[in-house]
């Protein structure tokens, strides 16, 4: 996906470390351009390296792209050394055309919108309670669930994924995945 609009402007940079039973695996790097023009572009990168039945290096991306605060199209990309994966999502003007490809996961259903919430913009803004999310990895929609101050959970593909904040700040975000449980943590 071609993004000029990344390339233009300072963006805002949030980092953060991954990990495994509190053992550190990797770091996240998530970034905001300037607002040009009503849009705005999300993009969250990471690499990780863990043993699973043998050594697993990841290389992940995801950029996505809003218009008017409504998300236009994102681009999920999983780099391993075991295969890899790619999700895109585009808004057509009535849904979101989806091609979700992850591991052991694919998914071609439109997904009614137009949407304001994915994971990458969750790492700058605190959403609210009943707000709807998209998973560019997934291509599915889910509302978002407000289970304390500051804490939320959005459930993808019967895992439960909770977002924590701190005035306004993403802190953590504890993930469940079919392959193993992990924490995002922020960097201070």
Same mark, same amino acid.
């Given at each position: 996906?071609?993004?000029?609009?990344? $390339?233009? !402007?300072?963006? *805002?940079?949030? +980092? =953060?470390?991954?990990?495994?039973? !509190?053992?550190?695996?990797?770091?996240?790097?998530?970034?905001? @351009?300037?607002?040009? &023009?009503? $849009? /705005?572009?999300?993009?969250?990168?990471?690499?990780?390296?863990?043993?699973?039945? !043998?050594?697993?290096?990841?290389?992940? $991306? @995801?950029?996505? /792209?809003?218009?008017?605060?409504?998300?236009? +199209?994102?681009?999920? *990309?999983?780099? @391993?050394? +075991?295969?890899?994966?790619? $999700?895109?999502?585009?808004?057509? !003007?009535?849904?979101?055309?989806?091609?979700?490809?992850?591991?052991?996961?694919?998914?071609?259903?439109?997904? &009614?919108?137009?949407? @304001?919430?994915?994971?990458?913009?969750?790492?700058?803004?605190?959403?609210?309670? *009943?707000?709807?999310?998209?998973?560019?990895?997934?291509?599915?929609? /889910?509302?978002?669930?407000?289970? /304390?101050?500051?804490?939320?959970?959005?459930?993808?593909?019967?895992?439960? &994924?909770? =977002?924590? =904040?701190?005035?306004?700040?993403? *802190?953590?975000?504890?993930?469940?995945?079919?392959?193993?449980?992990?924490?995002?943590? +922020?960097?201070?």
């Amino acid at each position: 996906m071609a993004n000029p609009v990344f $390339s233009q !402007g300072k963006a *805002e940079s949030l +980092r =953060y470390e991954i990990l495994v039973l !509190g053992l550190k695996i990797g770091e996240l790097v998530a970034e905001k @351009t300037p607002e040009i &023009n009503n $849009s /705005q572009v999300y993009k969250v990168e990471s690499f990780v390296k863990f043993w699973f039945f !043998g050594n697993v290096d990841l290389r992940f $991306s @995801t950029v996505s /792209q809003f218009l008017h605060d409504e998300i236009v +199209r994102t681009k999920s *990309e999983s780099k @391993t050394n +075991r295969g890899d994966f790619l $999700s895109t999502v585009q808004w057509n !003007g009535r849904h979101y055309e989806v091609d979700a490809n992850t591991y052991k996961y694919e998914n071609q259903k439109p997904v &009614n919108g137009p949407l @304001t919430w994915c994971s990458t913009k969750l790492f700058f803004h605190e959403p609210k309670h *009943e707000d709807v999310f998209l998973s560019e990895v997934y291509g599915v929609s /889910q509302k978002i669930t407000q289970i /304390q101050p500051g804490v939320y959970e959005i459930k993808i593909d019967g895992n439960a &994924n909770r =977002y924590f =904040y701190k005035s306004g700040i993403l *802190e953590k975000i504890v993930l469940e995945n079919p392959i193993k449980n992990y924490q995002i943590r +922020r960097i201070r």
